[in-house]
């Protein structure tokens, strides 16, 4: 009897530490959904002033385009190459700065993935047990067919009534 009230003890810290390392797992979850919510976020407000800035250089190519018209008339090929020396002008600082972004959004993935995978295989390595004790097992539904309580078979095995339950749930009794 006093190996299975140690063997008890034993196992209620091993369901509470289990239970910590669920909630440290959900907490860590948690916190880079965070993160990554917020780059995300911060990728979408640069987007943004991306499209404005087409916008806007747009617009002044139009402008640009209505006074080359209205001046001097330049070939076609020169108003081309013009053209494309501004635009290029201004998308160049544009384009680096979605460079330097996809690469470190590529970064935070890479990280987040070898978390995950370490994370992954830390959860693997926990096992939960199936039973309590076989021999406790076959004491509980043996007496609970024949009608005992499930309070008074906590009492007589000197388990506890979640325990008793759990064995009766895990052999389709209850």
């Not at 979408?44 to 087409?54: F, G, Q």
């Not at 916008?55 to 006074?67: G, I, P, V």
């Amino acid at each position: 009897m006093n190996y299975l009230a140690q063997f008890d003890f034993k196992l209620e810290y091993i369901i509470v530490v289990m239970a910590l390392i669920i909630l440290y797992l959900l907490y860590y979850v948690y916190t880079k959904d965070t993160t990554y919510s917020k780059n995300i976020r911060s990728v979408a407000s640069v987007v943004e002033d991306l499209n404005r800035e087409l916008f806007y250089l747009k617009r002044k190519l139009e402008q640009a385009q209505n006074s080359m018209q209205s001046k001097d008339r330049m070939s076609d090929d020169e108003i081309y190459q013009e053209i494309e020396r501004s635009v290029y002008d201004m998308v160049q600082p544009l384009s680096m700065a979605l460079k330097q972004l996809q690469t470190n959004i590529d970064a935070i993935e890479g990280d987040m993935q070898q978390r995950i995978a370490q994370l992954e295989s830390g959860v693997k390595q926990i096992s939960i047990p199936t039973s309590i004790h076989a021999n406790d097992d076959d004491k509980i539904i043996s007496l609970y067919q024949q009608g005992v309580t499930v309070d008074t078979i906590a009492k007589e095995l000197h388990l506890s009534k979640p325990e008793v339950e759990f064995v009766l749930k895990i052999n389709k009794i209850k």
